[in-house]
């Protein structure tokens, strides 16, 4: 017998229909003799109404209170999902996160996670009843107020609840049947990955990729959390359930790096389109320029990523060239302007016709010439490059969003991806 946790996102549970179906996904597994721990999103698009209906009541709304509302999504679809299980002979009841308790820090709309007791939940669980968690929530560790945990909270959720019950297994459900190599719809050819590591997917995650949260596959790797990316719109009797130490054939397991025999130079492409471009021409080439442009950026919370210097044939100025989520474009712009004495630029462009390409494998690690092929065959498209960035195992270009998809499907295949 294993414990496994499913979580189950909102697309899965849109609908009472949807979520029928996720009641047999998860009698298959209790069928099977495990003990299953349930964490589900709220029904797609009612968190949106949620917010709306905030903002609509108050632009200047108490942190505490948008938690409580925006909170009540999950508390639906928990109590729906108990229903569900019930109605088909499956013991099973609601948890939410008060009463875990899932404790949290403070910080409503983004709350961390501090600590999950998991002693109610096994002893409900050793019982043979199957615990229906609200994903996305906790409380303050003071009992005192619902605190939710950011957008795509219930992931990080799945993830922690694995962790502090030590289950053997953490399957994300979600509308697509695994993790790609790249976007199938716009390659084709694009392959499910069998396995792929924590850091792997925690760099496709953060470049574009939306199979996973971020803080949700860090959390795994930091406490050794076994993911699995599988579908809930595939028919419950056509999946196998978990079984200890068998690999399964629907699905990508998401694992430490030492489980893969075959690493790939290159696993997998990931773009992102959110990317804005702010350039800077004619500073003075002096040291601390660089510091008096990012200071005051990072003093606002704006995330540079890539930067790109360019001295004057003279070399008496430069032209500073950065990117910045499109959504923190005018903030900082904003900051920049005022800062403009300090800085001493002539002139200030931005651009949001950009996109971020990047390559992503732990075998390039091992591997060199990776990054110069990259450039050869994007140069010989006629693409040209405006910034790199890179880290032990990615690669990251960014280039005219015109170009996108060529130029996605053009690594696609230099790196042996389509076969």
Known sequence: M??????????????????????????????????????????????????AWVKEANELYDPREYDTVVASGEQVTSGLTAIALQKIGVKARSWQGWQIPIKTDAAHGSAR??????????????????????G???????????????????????????????????????????????????VPKAKRMDKISYEEMLEMASLGAKV?????????????????????????????????GEHSDVGTFVCDEDEIVEKHVVSGIAYAKDEAKVTLFGIEDKPGVAAAIFGPLAETNINV?????????????????FTVPAADLARSLDVVKAHKSKIGYRELKAATDVVKVSVIGIGMRSH???????????????????AISTSEIKISVLISADYTELAVRTLHTLYGLDA
């Open 368 to 386: 060199a010439g990776v990054a110069s092929s990259m450039f050869k065959a994007l140069s010989s498209k006629g693409i040209n490059i405006e």
């Open 2 to 51: 294993s414990l496994i946790v499913m979580k189950f996102g909102g697309t899965s549970v849109a609908t009472v229909e949807r979520i029928r179906v996720v009641a047999q996904h998860v009698k298959r597994e209790v069928d099977a003799g495990h003990k299953v721990a349930v964490v589900v999103s709220a029904m797609s698009g009612v968190t949106n109404q949620l917010v």
């Open 136 to 186: 996305f929530q906790g409380v303050e560790a003071d009992g005192e107020r619902i605190a939710t945990l950011g957008r795509g909270g219930s992931d990080t959720s799945a993830v922690a609840i694995a962790a502090a019950l030590k289950a053997d297994l953490c399957d994300i459900y979600t509308d697509v049947d695994g993790v790609y190599t790249t976007d199938p719809r716009m």
């Open 212 to 244: 996973l949260q971020i803080r949700s596959v860090e959390l795994a790797m930091v406490q050794g959390v076994r993911l699995r990316v599988r579908s809930s719109f595939v028919a419950p009797d056509q999946l196998k359930p978990f079984k200890l």
């Open 305 to 321: 990523d890539m930067i790109v210097q360019n001295v004057s044939e003279d070399g008496k100025s430069t032209a500073m060239t």
């Open 113 to 134: 996670m501090i600590d999950i007791p998991g002693n109610a939940l096994l002893a409900s669980m050793a019982s043979g009843e199957v615990a229906v968690i609200a």
